[in-house]
């Protein structure tokens, strides 16, 4: 039985990111005795074994997950996870030297906490576009700065994205009951898909099982962001799919959706203070609500 383990999963990964990813996880402080590295390979075009070099990387281990979709191949690194505590690294994440110490020490300190995220730094491929950054938080980037945790299903915490990390008895917990539903299956990107739900499914089983979420300062990991995202296509494109998946997350679990003239009133809020204060940050605060919105709706119109 290990602490942590560790699992990537990973679609045709750019190389260069993956590397850099697998230096941080050798660079980690944490005793090797103590964790596992599962890598995931999801059915990538050309397959990982062979192609990545895990040495230096204590108790490392490759999976191939046919079935596409990131829920599919996270459910594999489920099953095949030994450690008490499962972190979610994503390909092209550098995690601070101290991480999986710092994930330990929360959780064994605290018997209530059941799922946890961090700060999620960016390091740019190149200059985003300008006053892009109220769509920022669609990469799945986000400074924390002060301890936040909740236990309700409105999880202002939430402990989406990369790093997130859970007890096993959560993640086996989730992974038992979205086996047996294909719409919660449906809520991971799914090849070169938008869309992505399922880190905070796993957060709202936490909740379910009477656990606490938090966001804690200490954890840090450095996201890189590759060109192809820093587009005003792919943002607006990134901020539909995630809310019209989001939809879909509160169908399947049987939570309130929200009403259709809420989501009006909340853009023309919005709208309303672009007109009140025009800016170029101002529009795109627009911009990424209106997206929003378009998301919502669509997945509403088809319930």
Known sequence: MFKV???????????????Q???????QCFSREDWEFILVDNSSKEPLAGRVDLSGIPDARCFYEAELGVTHARLCGIREARGEIIVFVDYDNILDSQYFSLVWKLF?????????????IPRFECEPPVNSEPFWE??????????????????KAKPYGAGLSLRREIAEQYALHVSRSDSRKRLGRIGNSLGGCEDIDMAYTAVEMGYVCGLFPDLKLTHLIDRKRLNWEYLKKISHDANC??????RSRGLP??????????????L???????????????????????GMLKALSNI
């Open 257 to 270: 959706l929200p009403r259709r003239i809420a989501l009006y009133r909340s853009l023309a809020r919005v």
């Open 138 to 155: 669609c990469l799945a980037l986000r400074t924390v700065e002060q301890l936040d945790v909740d236990c309700s299903f409105e999880l």
């Open 272 to 294: 309303l203070g672009l007109l009140r204060r025009p800016s170029g940050y101002n529009l795109s605060r627009f911009k990424r609500r209106h997206q929003e919105v378009r």
């Open 5 to 19: 383990t560790c699992i990537i999963c990973a679609y045709s990964p750019r190389m260069d990111y993956l590397n």
């Open 21 to 27: 990813t697998l230096d941080s996880l050798r660079a």
């Open 245 to 250: 998946t989001y939809i879909e997350l509160l």
């Open 108 to 120: 064994s300190e605290n018997r209530l906490l059941g799922c946890i995220g961090g700060s999620l």
